[in-house]
């Protein structure tokens, strides 16, 4: 085999809570995170040649050379810790938008560890290669294991649940720029916040009651990120209005899903969404059952 293929799908938050910030500026989180099936795809190619090289469907973004993409940096560190011969010719398949809160780069790299381990043969562990990419970003060992999962710590401490049952879920994503940075460096944890109740969303995971964990969906990071870009509030509304058990804003933002029991009418969202919002990404797809580890 000189050459593999490699899904890597993208995430929705149940539940984002900060518990505090540490000296380093980094946050103390727990939350709860769900795999769904809107999927890139990560080829990588054993070369003659030693070098690496990168190509995507779609541009990166201004300002963002090719050496700071997170696949390049998991090709390299990879190449370097185990002294792979010859190079890779990596080609990435976008689908999931980029800077939404879909953590889509975080499982691009991912699925360049998950790949460059099954293709060179090395037979690293799941723990291994969490241990890896927490180095490269706090959601990437999420992307490695995949499902429902507790996240806690900076995103790295992660406890298998039982697996969601598969709803139709609608993802919204205006043409904004949220800044992750801003939304955390803006959220004001003196203050009186509206707390997500994860233990009562762990329990309604536990009992498969889809439903319920719709009705609880919370993201503290709404108090900062509604408030500057009030569409998401609107957005949440209007799915809501047109269906969903629930709605919610992903990571930092700026996606805003649906959840929905029902296949009809979330195609009837998906088409109301469609009209309304010209300009913007919607996309309907599953939360994607994986057993737990």
Same mark, same amino acid.
């Given at each position: ?60 973004? $201004? ?8 696949? &390049? ?13 010859? #190079? ?7 689908? /999931? ?7 889509? #780069? ?13 293709? &060179? ?15 490269? #970003? ?5 992307? /490695? ?36 940075? &801003?939304?955390?460096?803006?959220? $004001?944890?003196?203050?009186?916040? $509206? ?14 009651? #889809? ?45 805003? &899903? ?22 913007? $990404? ?12």
């Amino acid at each position: 085999m000189d050459k593999i293929t490699v899904k890597a799908p993208a995430k929705i938050n149940l539940t984002l809570d900060v518990l505090g910030r540490r000296e380093n500026g980094y946050h103390d989180l727990r939350m709860i995170m769900q795999t769904i099936d809107l999927c890139d795809e990560v080829t990588i190619e054993q070369i003659t040649a030693e070098e690496i090289t990168l190509s995507m469907n779609k541009e990166l973004p $201004d300002g963002c050379p090719m050496q700071k993409n997170l696949v &390049y940096r998991a090709a390299i560190l990879m190449k370097e810790r185990y002294a792979l011969p010859d #190079g890779m010719n990596i080609i990435l398949t976008k689908n /999931i938008p980029a800077a939404a809160g879909l953590a889509g #780069g975080s499982s691009d790299c991912a699925a360049t560890l998950l790949g460059i381990n099954e293709l &060179y043969k090395l037979g690293l562990s799941l723990d291994e290669l969490c241990d890896i990419g927490v180095t490269l #970003g706090a959601d990437v060992p999420f992307c /490695i294991r995949k499902g429902t999962m507790l996240s806690e710590g900076i995103g790295e401490i992660l406890t298998p649940l039982t697996p969601l049952p598969p709803m139709w879920t609608l993802l919204i994503k205006p043409n904004i720029s949220v800044s992750t940075a &801003y939304v955390y460096g803006n959220l $004001d944890l003196q203050k009186q916040l $509206d707390h997500p109740d994860t233990d009562a969303v762990l329990d309604a995971i536990a009992h498969c009651d #889809g439903a319920k964990v719709a009705h609880l969906l919370s993201n503290v990071l709404e108090t900062v990120t509604i408030p500057k870009y009030p569409v998401l509030a609107e957005l949440k509304q209007f799915l809501l209005e047109n269906g969903a058990v629930g709605a919610l804003m992903s990571g930092s933002g700026p996606t805003t &899903y649906g959840l929905f029991q029902d296949e009809i009418a979330a195609r009837m969202a998906l088409s109301a969404a469609t009209q309304k919002y010209t300009n913007y $990404d919607v996309i309907l797809c599953q939360t994607k059952n994986v057993p737990a580890l």
